[in-house]
């Protein structure tokens, strides 16, 4: 997980390679505490991102939620194939930019 982008328009976060429980449990904690008190609209980068598992998919449903909470948007962008399949297959699909 690398932020690419953080000022007040915009928070960029990019994700690499598989979003699964080992790599989720590396980042949850850092992930949070970064969207903790965003000031605007989040913006995942896939674009590195080759597997998302269940617990990848939650992780992002979470972090919704907390984007959300604050009155902020979530968006992701640059997803591979697969990784669109399984958002869509999730009725995620609005969460695609």
Known sequence: MKVVQSDESLVKIAF????????????????????????????????EVSFISSLGIRMILMAYKEIKRQGFTLKIENTSDDVENVFLMTGLEDLLN
Not at 22 to 43: C, H, M, Q, R, W
């Open 16 to 47: 690499a390679g598989k979003l699964d429980g080992n790599y989720v449990s590396t980042i949850d904690v850092k992930l949070f505490a970064l969207l903790n008190g965003v000031e605007g609209p989040v913006v995942f980068d896939f674009s």
